[in-house]
């Protein structure tokens, strides 16, 4: 299987996440069925097929979480420099509107664009890639072509 990307950050995140489900949402899923159980016939019992639900929502994402983890290829930033890769924190400009943004290009696990958190695999991730202070890049958008100049890269 395929490895996949992570920073520090975001191993340490989706561990917490595990942990959590593990040791807190489990075993009050499990009570909560155990207590829908004891109000009788199950077939007409919304709190239990609510519990169920949920404790199948919660399984799913263990497992996910648990294949993420083991698949993981945790990147030490520190000993990164250089042109654009992963996770490299971008500052740069929209050439047609001057807006200035700052992005950290990282695995798809931990993205999260309002946050700035930009997947490794999004459009502009992938044009910035090898790319330096200084230069400009073109990116298709679903709201047309987009130009950006690269400000500043760095690692932390």
Known sequence: ???????????????AELKHLKTVERPAIIRAISEAREHGDLSENAEY????????FIEGRVKE???????ADVIDLSKLSGSIKFGATIELVDEDTDEEKTFQIVGEYEADIEKGLLNIKSPLAR??????EGDSVEVR???GEKSYEILKVTYQ
């Open 1 to 15: 299987m395929e490895k996949i990307l992570m920073t520090q950050s975001g191993f340490a995140k989706l561990d």
């Open 65 to 71: 979480l648990e294949g993420a983890i083991s698949l």
């Open 127 to 132: 044009a910035m890639i090898g790319k330096e």
């Open 141 to 143: 958008t679903p709201g």
């Open 49 to 56: 097929h609510s519990a169920k639900e949920k404790q199948s």
